[in-house]
């Protein structure tokens, strides 16, 4: 998942993103409410960590202007208070969940993986498309014409989910390096480049009659071989 921590404690929030991290999500990490409105505004992340007490704009507000402008993004709130009160002003707010800190890994990460669950992300074992089935448990490539599998790294398997996600359909560079490296990475398109080549080469091994198609000025897109 792709995952933004909107937290002042920088050791906590150094601490939230290691555990995200170990997991193998995808992490921005930010420490005042109005840069971790700016971010969220992006709508590319699966689930927001929010703090209460924030710099410059509170946990409240920045969730309520979310949802103003219709950014359902899943919130889960943090706070070092545990009243009723600052709980349902929280839920009032638009938040999905609630914390209190001090909390555990696990239930952090359980808490997260019911946010995604209940906005209707389905957990996949496999995509498919056309002839080839990603294996996402394994990260394993396979091809319906072959017996050939072949292992992608976690990048490579973040890629082709995204092209699987969305057939046919040109997906941009900027798109790419946002979904797979982050909001505030230094990426740039050679890393897109790099790891397209990776995949195509993949597909090639598996013998897919798919191929990764460069779309000059716009991006790429997975469809069948002309």
């Given at each position: 998942?792709?995952?933004?921590?909107v937290?002042d404690e920088k050791r906590?929030?150094?601490?939230l993103?290691?555990?995200?991290?170990e997991?193998?999500?995808?992490v921005?990490?930010?420490h005042?409410?109005?840069d971790g409105?700016?971010?969220?505004?992006?709508g590319i992340?699966?689930?927001i960590?929010?703090?209460?007490?924030l710099?410059?704009m509170?946990?409240?507000?920045?969730c309520l202007?979310?949802?103003r402008k219709?950014?359902?993004t899943?919130?889960?709130?943090l706070?070092?208070?545990?009243?009723?009160?600052?709980?349902?002003?929280?839920?009032?707010a638009?938040?999905?969940?609630y914390m209190t800190?001090p909390f555990s890994?696990?239930?952090?990460?359980?808490?997260?993986r019911?946010?995604t669950r209940?906005?209707?992300e389905v957990i996949l074992?496999?995509m498919r498309y056309g002839d080839?089935?990603?294996?996402?448990?394994?990260?394993?490539l396979?091809?319906?014409?072959?017996d050939k599998k072949?292992?992608?790294?976690?990048?490579?398997c973040?890629?082709?989910?995204a092209?699987l996600?969305?057939?046919?359909v040109?997906?941009?560079?900027?798109?790419l390096i946002?979904?797979?490296?982050?909001?505030?990475s230094?990426?740039?398109?050679?890393n897109?480049?790099?790891?397209?080549s990776?995949?195509r080469?993949?597909?090639t091994?598996?013998?897919?009659?798919?191929e990764i198609q460069s779309?000059k000025?716009?991006?790429?897109?997975?469809?069948?071989k002309?």
């Amino acid at each position: 998942m792709n995952i933004l921590i909107v937290e002042d404690e920088k050791r906590l929030a150094d601490a939230l993103s290691h555990i995200l991290l170990e997991q193998k999500n995808i992490v921005d990490v930010v420490h005042d409410g109005a840069d971790g409105l700016a971010y969220a505004e992006s709508g590319i992340y699966d689930c927001i960590i929010l703090d209460v007490m924030l710099p410059s704009m509170n946990g409240f507000d920045v969730c309520l202007e979310l949802r103003r402008k219709k950014i359902m993004t899943p919130v889960l709130m943090l706070t070092a208070k545990d009243t009723i009160t600052d709980k349902v002003k929280g839920l009032d707010a638009g938040a999905d969940d609630y914390m209190t800190k001090p909390f555990s890994p696990e239930e952090l990460l359980a808490r997260l993986r019911v946010l995604t669950r209940r906005r209707g992300e389905v957990i996949l074992d496999e995509m498919r498309y056309g002839d080839i089935v990603l294996h996402i448990d394994s990260s394993t490539l396979s091809c319906k014409n072959s017996d050939k599998k072949i292992h992608l790294n976690f990048k490579e398997c973040e890629m082709l989910k995204a092209f699987l996600s969305k057939p046919n359909v040109i997906i941009s560079k900027q798109d790419l390096i946002v979904k797979i490296w982050g909001y505030d990475s230094d990426a740039c398109d050679n890393n897109v480049e790099a790891y397209v080549s990776f995949l195509r080469k993949k597909l090639t091994f598996v013998g897919s009659q798919l191929e990764i198609q460069s779309i000059k000025k716009l991006g790429y897109k997975l469809s069948t071989k002309q």
